[in-house]
């Protein structure tokens, strides 16, 4: 079964780090091209990060350049969110998406995790 | 900045067609691509490229594009579909990906 399992949500105060991790299981990780996207509370979807299969090319939305970076460990079929300098519009539930081969469709969805930024 | 415009609600009846539109510069050159969010669940992929159909999605699930509006059509819509329905586009050469505000149909 193709899955995908996001961890390391939790509650950080503003400015602080958190890092999240998507365990893939059920299909070859490093064919694919990945990406994660939030939803805030009662909001819609927002992409926020991209990955091409080796890691070598990133593209990051502009809410949150230079702030978060998303990385790849195809070893351990392991996608990465690595957020810096954390705030509180940045309160969601995170979502990392495979892409369909040779497409940009999102093909596959973890279930989410939920991270809060709060005093 | 590439935007995407959806109607932040379609209502329908049981048996009814849904039409929801996606409308932005984007499309003119780019595919529309359309999820289905469920309350509390993640996002499903319904339509990709426009008009193709994942396989486990209903035919009753089409899509179509012209120009720079898309539109996502449900046939004899069901309270099964009732759930938030978003459009995405993407310029895969940099970070110009992005989602439609999301329109929720409801289906009564």
């Known amino acids: 079964e193709v899955q995908l399992v996001e961890t390391g949500g939790g509650l950080s105060q503003p400015g602080g780090s958190l890092r999240l991790s998507c365990a893939a299981s059920?299909?070859?990780?490093?064919?694919?091209?990945m990406n994660w996207v939030r939803q805030a509370p009662g909001k819609g979807l927002e992409w926020i990060a991209f990955?091409?299969?080796?890691?070598?090319?990133?593209f990051h939305a502009d809410s949150v350049q230079g702030r978060f970076t998303i990385s790849r460990d195809n070893a351990r079929n392991s996608l990465y969110l690595q957020m810096n300098s954390l705030r509180a519009e940045d309160t969601a539930i995170y979502y990392c998406a495979k892409e369909m081969w040779g497409d940009d469709a999102f093909d596959v969805w973890g279930q989410g995790t939920l991270v809060t930024v709060s005093s | 900045s590439h935007e995407l415009t959806q109607p932040p609600s379609v209502s329908v009846s049981p048996g009814q067609t849904a039409s929801i539109t996606c409308s932005g510069e984007i499309l003119s050159k780019k595919f529309a691509y359309w999820y289905q969010q469920k309350s509390g669940q993640a996002p499903v992929l319904v339509i990709f490229?426009?008009?193709k159909r994942p396989s486990g999605i209903g035919e009753r699930f089409s899509g179509s594009s012209s120009g720079t509006v898309a539109t996502l059509s449900i046939s004899g819509a069901q309270v099964e579909d009732e759930a938030v329905y978003y459009c995405y586009s993407a310029v895969t050469s940099g970070n110009h990906r992005v989602f439609g505000g999301g329109t929720k149909l409801t289906v009564l």
């Open positions: 490229e426009d008009s």
């Open positions: 990955t091409d299969t080796s890691g070598r090319t990133t």
């Open positions: 059920g299909f070859t990780f490093n064919n694919y091209e």
